[in-house]
């Protein structure tokens, strides 16, 4: 069994569409979000020189940047991003004790705009510290052939796997971090995944049936596994 030395996780909304980000802001306040996780905005910092602009400018620009809360307590980061009508949903150190804050926060504020959202993606991240081991995931005639290879700092391997009964398409990354025979230290890898589901065509009713799947912990559980698969891969078979 690989232990992760952590896992951080990234819930995108596509086209999650508010007139404007302050809209965003109220049906926060109304719906006692802010409250019930502890979210808190934060100050927008404009980069540049010279004299500060009036208040009603910094106002009017406060518009076209995105709008970010963070939660002291859960550690969860939420972005609305206006420009890109999108909504995304960061969390750090993310495990199976903190995994419910988390999906009750992504249920109740993607329900604000469920019949427009038109696909949701989901990226999880893990770091593994595999110590000598090595990950074989390159097949070994081609490694022997290329010169050198093992003295490569870095590699990335991508695996688009389609599963059309889920309308989901799940991109692996497997990246090894440091280490290696080179460099005498121990390997550290990471598995990245995005999972994208397509819901443009979907009900609202079906939508709400396909975000509870989607931010099911099976779908956690369904990315530890593939780690597992992936990183079993190695030379100490």
């Known amino acids: 069994m690989f232990e992760p030395l952590n896992i951080k996780a990234t819930y995108v909304a596509i086209n999650y569409n508010f007139t404007n980000p302050l809209e965003f802001a109220e049906k926060l306040e109304s719906k006692n979000i802010l409250n019930k996780y502890g979210l808190k905005l934060q100050e927008a910092k404009f980069a540049g020189q010279g004299p500060v602009p009036p208040p009603q400018v910094i106002s009017d620009l406060r518009m076209f940047v995105p709008f970010i809360y963070i939660s002291e ?4 980061e939420v972005i609305y991003s206006q420009n890109e009508f999108k909504l995304y949903i960061n969390k750090q150190d993310l495990n199976h004790d903190n995994y419910s804050d988390y999906y009750s926060l992504a249920h109740d504020i ?4 469920l019949s427009d959202i038109s696909a949701i993606g989901i990226n999880y991240s893990a770091e593994f510290n595999l110590g000598k081991t090595k990950l074989n995931l390159i097949n070994s005639d081609a490694v ?3 010169k050198d290879f093992n003295r490569n700092k870095t590699f990335e391997f991508v695996l688009p796997i389609e599963y059309k009964e889920r309308d989901l398409l799940a991109t692996y990354r497997i ?3 440091s280490g290696g025979d080179e460099a005498h230290d121990n390997r550290v890898y990471e598995v990245k995944v995005n999972y ?3 819901l443009s065509k979907m009900s609202t009713a079906d939508k709400a049936k396909k975000v509870e799947e989607i931010l099911s912990v099976e779908i956690y559980d369904e990315f ?3 780690c597992q698969q992936f990183l079993s891969v190695n030379n100490e078979e």
Do not use: G, P, Q, R
């Open 224 to 226: 530890l596994e593939k």
């Open 196 to 198: 994208h589901f397509d």
């Open 144 to 146: 022997n052939a290329i």
């Open 110 to 113: 993607l329900d604000f705009k």
């Open 73 to 76: 307590d859960t550690s969860i």
């Open 175 to 177: 990246k090894k971090l």
